[in-house]
């Protein structure tokens, strides 16, 4: 009787037809067969593996068990070269003997890989639901309908209103049965932005509530998350005022965290409506290849606008270069932008030298200070646009190239074509789409975010845990910042590195801050009609009698104006973040 196991060529040729990994061994556990399956899950060819003991192929393998046991065993879950299988196995009998045993995996990888996900997912929203449990504020979520979705425990303990009172309801309908005079929810849809006001509720109390939209993909409103506090609360709470505007800061730092995962813009500081137009344009560029010329100040941020123009383009997983027109000298810039052929000038590298528009092939290249190109250079740079194509320095054959073209500069490049300092055809070719970038004096409500931000970053960086004396915020925002951003971040850094306590005042400013202060709002006078200048001061009066009086109905009654005309000045202003912890 034979009790061998013969693999017929028909045999081969039907299981080289299976998806999945087979593997059969005979009763010395030693393999007489595999498919071309498991040939490319175990790295072997057939010929190499069959013959050999299973154990020399597959480490810590089972299948032959199977050979003892002969029993079938289902869903054995095994990891060959770090991939994940489940495992079915079933012994080979010939004769009612056994003759050896067969394994078929199944490759489950992506669903180990899923299942890892769906862990983090829930650990995430447990997470989040822990946030939102622990602030001191009452929070109120309803979904882009109006219906509320989650009520947390500081709403119930300030408004008296019970979760399970809610919850499931629109607000159209808690309006109707008398809950709330008015719904801040319902004005957030109408208006597509924050919006603040004073809500009555049925318990009697009085609530200031914000609600802030949270929008998908599509820039449709997917949540509006609703920040309540009880006026008489806040009132009690002016001898700590330091704390709450700590508290109050982080809970609106959590929410722009939250809002940036969902619509993929927690890289960026976006907390001015100039600044999200800006990068809204800059998102729109990137689905195109159009050259573009982004303006503003130095340390401004182009080139922040810059990267995110790349990094939403096509192009992102291509080679993105940066060069400053400014920062080489003109001999060697030539070089540098177009490259240079063997033996072009003396200390020349015998093989050549491919230019930053080679190197960037299929990529961005970011010309930065285009305005101090040279002239000579300016006409070459105009057929690489054109033409797509680039010749290196000494040749006289050109080259194509597939660059897109960003553009920067803080000059006047209209201003330098009249004064013939710069071409106007590559002026033309080069502003098919300008971008400006304000300064960081036209949107400074986003500037104590800025200044969380670098002060994070440099508490981290340096293993700190100081803080800002809230007093810096309001001389921060009496400052004009004519280095922007950049300079704000080196005044951080500087303060942070030279502070000897754990709190942040105004003694750590470098000592001609206060100067340069000065120097600045002299120079505002410069270039500025009268009437620029008549808004600005109103804004800083008004700016100052919110402060003061803590009440927009009080600070219109010392100014002699209307409560409505306080309000409407402040969102003119771009100041109306500062009727939060306001008494209306």
Same mark, same amino acid.
């Given at each position: 009787?034979?009790?061998?196991?013969?693999?017929?060529?028909?045999?081969?040729?039907?299981?080289?037809?299976?998806?999945?990994?087979?593997?059969?061994?005979?009763?010395?556990?030693?393999?007489?067969?595999?498919?071309?399956?498991?040939?490319?899950?175990?790295? =072997?060819?057939? $010929?190499?593996?069959?013959?050999?003991?299973?154990?020399?192929?597959?480490?810590?393998?089972?299948?032959?068990?199977?050979?003892?046991?002969?029993?079938?065993?289902?869903?054995?879950?095994?990891?060959?070269?770090e991939k994940i299988f489940i495992s079915n196995r079933s012994p080979i009998k010939i004769d009612g003997k056994i003759a050896g045993a067969i394994a078929v995996l199944q490759d489950i990888s992506d669903l180990e890989l899923i299942s890892s996900e769906l862990e983090h997912?829930?650990?995430?929203?447990?997470?989040?639901?822990?946030?939102?449990?622990?602030?001191?504020?009452?929070?109120?979520?309803?979904?882009?309908?109006?219906?509320?979705?989650?009520?947390?425990?500081?709403?119930?303990?300030?408004?008296?209103?019970?979760?399970?009172?809610?919850?499931?309801?629109?607000?159209?309908?808690?309006?109707?049965?008398?809950?709330?005079?008015?719904?801040?929810?319902?004005?957030?849809?109408?208006?597509?932005?924050?919006?603040?006001?004073?809500?009555?509720?049925?318990?009697?109390?009085?609530?200031?509530?914000?609600?802030?939209?949270?929008?998908?993909?599509?820039?449709?409103?997917?949540?509006?998350?609703?920040?309540?506090?009880?006026?008489?609360?806040?009132?009690?709470?002016?001898?700590?005022?330091?704390?709450?505007?700590?508290?109050?800061?982080?809970?609106?730092?959590?929410?722009?965290?939250?809002?940036?995962?969902?619509?993929?813009?927690?890289?960026?500081?976006?907390?001015?409506?100039?600044?999200?137009?800006?990068?809204?344009?800059?998102?729109?560029?990137?689905?195109?290849?159009?050259?573009?010329?982004?303006?503003?100040?130095?340390?401004?941020?182009?080139?922040?606008?810059?990267?995110?123009?790349?990094?939403?383009?096509?192009?992102?997983?291509?080679?993105?270069?940066?060069?400053?027109?400014?920062?080489?000298?003109?001999?060697?810039? $030539?070089?540098?932008?177009?490259?240079?052929?063997?033996?072009?000038?003396?200390g020349a590298n015998k093989n050549g030298k491919p230019g930053l528009f080679e190197m960037a092939d299929k990529g961005t290249v970011l010309l930065d200070e285009i305005g101090e190109l040279p002239l000579t250079l300016q006409a070459k740079l105009l057929r690489v646009i054109?033409?797509?194509?680039?010749?290196?320095?000494?040749?006289?054959?050109?080259?194509?190239?597939?660059?897109?073209?960003?553009?920067?500069?803080?000059?006047?490049?209209?201003?330098?074509?009249?004064?013939?300092?710069?071409?106007?055809?590559? =002026?033309?070719?080069?502003?098919?789409?300008?971008? =400006?970038?304000?300064?960081?004096?036209?949107?400074?409500?986003?500037?104590?975010?800025?200044?969380?931000?670098?002060?994070?970053?440099?508490?981290?960086?340096?293993?700190?845990?100081?803080?800002?004396?809230?007093?810096?915020?309001?001389?921060?925002?009496?400052?004009?910042?004519?280095?922007?951003?950049?300079?704000?971040?080196?005044?951080?850094?500087?303060?942070?590195?030279?502070?000897?306590?754990?709190?942040?005042?105004?003694?750590?400013?470098?000592?001609?801050?206060?100067?340069?202060?000065?120097?600045?709002?002299?120079?505002? =006078?410069?270039?500025?009609?009268?009437?620029?200048?008549?808004?600005?001061?109103?804004?800083?009066?008004?700016?100052?009698?919110?402060?003061?009086?803590?009440?927009?109905?009080?600070?219109?009654?010392? !100014?002699?104006?209307?409560?409505?005309?306080?309000?409407?000045?402040?969102?003119?202003?771009?100041?109306?973040?500062? !009727?939060?912890?306001?008494?209306?």
């Amino acid at each position: 009787m034979n009790n061998k196991l013969n693999i017929t060529d028909e045999m081969y040729a039907f299981m080289d037809t299976v998806y999945n990994p087979v593997l059969a061994i005979d009763i010395d556990g030693v393999i007489v067969f595999c498919n071309k399956a498991m040939e490319s899950v175990t790295g =072997f060819s057939r $010929e190499s593996i069959e013959g050999r003991h299973i154990s020399d192929v597959i480490q810590f393998t089972e299948l032959h068990k199977i050979l003892k046991t002969g029993k079938i065993e289902s869903a054995r879950k095994v990891v060959i070269n770090e991939k994940i299988f489940i495992s079915n196995r079933s012994p080979i009998k010939i004769d009612g003997k056994i003759a050896g045993a067969i394994a078929v995996l199944q490759d489950i990888s992506d669903l180990e890989l899923i299942s890892s996900e769906l862990e983090h997912t829930k650990m995430l929203t447990e997470e989040l639901q822990a946030i939102i449990e622990s602030s001191f504020d009452g929070i109120y979520v309803t979904d882009g309908n109006a219906v509320t979705i989650r009520v947390n425990n500081a709403y119930e303990r300030i408004t008296g209103v019970k979760k399970t009172e809610v919850v499931g309801k629109t607000m159209h309908e808690l309006i109707d049965k008398g809950y709330y005079n008015d719904s801040v929810t319902l004005r957030v849809l109408e208006t597509g932005k924050p919006e603040t006001l004073i809500q009555k509720i049925k318990t009697g109390k009085t609530v200031m509530v914000t609600g802030t939209p949270i929008l998908n993909k599509k820039g449709d409103i997917r949540l509006v998350v609703t920040n309540v506090r009880d006026v008489t609360e806040l009132h009690s709470l002016q001898t700590e005022l330091e704390k709450m505007e700590n508290l109050q800061t982080r809970y609106i730092t959590e929410l722009t965290e939250l809002k940036g995962k969902i619509e993929g813009n927690d890289n960026y500081i976006l907390r001015s409506k100039k600044m999200k137009e800006v990068h809204e344009l800059a998102l729109r560029l990137a689905r195109v290849d159009s050259t573009v010329v982004i303006q503003g100040e130095s340390g401004a941020g182009k080139e922040v606008i810059a990267n995110v123009i790349h990094a939403n383009s096509r192009r992102k997983d291509k080679p993105f270069l940066k060069i400053s027109c400014a920062a080489i000298p003109d001999n060697l810039l $030539e070089s540098e932008l177009f490259g240079y052929s063997p033996g072009a000038f003396t200390g020349a590298n015998k093989n050549g030298k491919p230019g930053l528009f080679e190197m960037a092939d299929k990529g961005t290249v970011l010309l930065d200070e285009i305005g101090e190109l040279p002239l000579t250079l300016q006409a070459k740079l105009l057929r690489v646009i054109q033409e797509k194509e680039c010749m290196r320095v000494g040749s006289s054959v050109s080259n194509p190239v597939d660059v897109r073209i960003i553009a920067a500069t803080n000059r006047n490049l209209k201003d330098m074509v009249k004064n013939r300092e710069f071409r106007k055809d590559l =002026f033309f070719r080069l502003n098919v789409v300008p971008v =400006f970038v304000p300064p960081l004096r036209e949107r400074k409500e986003c500037l104590v975010f800025f200044v969380r931000y670098f002060l994070e970053r440099y508490n981290k960086k340096y293993d700190f845990s100081k803080r800002i004396d809230p007093s810096l915020i309001d001389i921060f925002y009496d400052y004009d910042w004519p280095g922007n951003v950049r300079e704000l971040e080196n005044i951080i850094e500087r303060m942070v590195v030279v502070s000897t306590g754990d709190v942040i005042d105004k003694t750590c400013l470098p000592s001609g801050f206060m100067a340069d202060k000065k120097i600045s709002a002299a120079a505002d =006078f410069e270039n500025k009609s009268l009437r620029e200048l008549i808004e600005e001061y109103e804004k800083k009066i008004i700016e100052v009698s919110i402060k003061k009086e803590k009440s927009t109905r009080k600070a219109a009654s010392s !100014l002699g104006i209307n409560q409505s005309t306080v309000v409407r000045k402040m969102k003119k202003y771009g100041i109306s973040s500062l !009727l939060d912890g306001v008494d209306a």
